[in-house]
């Protein structure tokens, strides 16, 4: 039997809020959000919080790439502000908008007709359309799953192939690093991230900067000039490194008794075992 009790910590909330959101139209997701939001500002008594959407997304068991999308609809509606803007280092800080007068949302009372009738017809519903329904809940989880496995699967190939190009050691992986390679995937807008941050990876490991900061500035400076795919940065990058290394062009840079030649290769050789092209 779970032991429940207000000393052991409770989250102050204005009745009026309640009785206000109990009205307003919010997917399960959205409800699961703002419960943890509520959870971590008003539960220790702060109006807001650093909230990342891996923080997120195990907060509420719900797959990262939802979390995104029902938190950008939250903000668009303006119940859920951004206080401070996420930074290399942070993540954003968020904050639940409790003047639900500025709330962009329609309410139940304010329900057309025909969303009145499409209720009734669901409540009329027969069983064979809930089955139907519950199998498609089912099959929407599968996939969610599939995704988030393959989300994992391509972190895990791209801070191996960080690890062969001599990049990062096994010891500099961290949390924040996975965060990082996640959000570059998710929110830079790449046709293909995986080969746009192998592309970025090889380019360090000639010797331009073998850190993941560096990468990480590079693939920042690809998404504010508009690169999505590796034909983009062809005609597109401003320093050129690409074309260079297209065209041939070398350099010796031995470290670590290995030649730039060699580690190049050893990083050439992993991207194409995970199956990269470019």
């Given at each position: 039997m779970a032991d429940v009790q207000l000393e052991h910590g409770y989250t102050k909330i204005a009745n009026e809020i309640l009785e206000r959101l109990a009205l307003t139209k919010l997917s399960p997701t959205q409800?699961?959000?703002?419960?943890?939001?509520?959870?971590?500002?008003?539960?220790?008594?702060?109006?807001?919080?650093?909230?990342?959407?891996?923080?997120?997304?195990?907060?509420?068991?719900?797959?990262?790439?939802?979390?995104?999308?029902?938190?950008?609809?939250?903000?668009?509606?303006n119940i859920v502000?951004?206080?401070?803007?996420?930074t290399y280092s942070k993540s954003r800080k968020l904050a639940f908008n409790k003047d639900y007068d500025t709330w962009r949302l329609q309410s139940t009372k304010e329900g057309t007709v025909s969303e009145i009738a499409d209720t009734r017809?669901?409540?009329?519903?027969?069983?064979?359309?809930?089955?139907?329904?519950?199998?498609?809940?089912?099959?929407?989880?599968?996939?969610?799953?599939?995704?988030?496995?393959?989300d994992e699967n391509t972190v895990d190939k791209i801070l191996d192939l960080?690890?062969?190009s001599k990049i990062l050691e096994k010891d500099d992986i961290t949390e924040f690093?996975?965060?990082?390679?996640?959000?570059?995937?998710?929110?830079?807008?790449?046709?293909?991230?995986e080969e746009m941050i192998a592309e970025a990876i090889k380019d360090a490991a000639r010797g331009n900067g073998k850190t993941w900061k560096f990468v990480y500035n590079k693939l920042n400076r690809w998404r504010?000039?508009?690169?999505?795919?590796l034909e983009d940065l062809e005609k597109g990058d401003?320093?050129?490194?690409?074309?260079?290394?297209?065209?041939?062009?070398s350099r010796s840079a031995k470290e670590g008794g290995k030649s730039y030649e060699q580690v190049l290769r050893e990083a050439e050789e992993a991207r194409r075992a995970w199956g990269w092209k470019g």
């Open positions: 409800f699961r959000l703002i419960l943890v939001i509520w959870r971590y500002t008003y539960g220790f008594n702060r109006k807001d919080h650093e909230m990342s959407l891996s923080f997120l997304a195990e907060a509420t068991g719900v797959h990262k790439q939802r979390v995104k999308q029902e938190l950008d609809k939250l903000i668009e509606s502000t951004v206080t401070e803007e996420g017809v669901s409540e009329i519903a027969d069983t064979r359309v809930s089955e139907i329904a519950y199998q498609e809940i089912n099959n929407i989880n599968k996939n969610l799953n599939k995704d988030k496995e393959d960080l690890q062969k690093l996975r965060e990082d390679i996640q959000d570059v995937i998710d929110n830079f807008g790449f046709t293909n991230p504010k000039q508009g690169i999505r795919t401003t320093d050129g490194t690409v074309r260079k290394h297209r065209r041939g062009v």
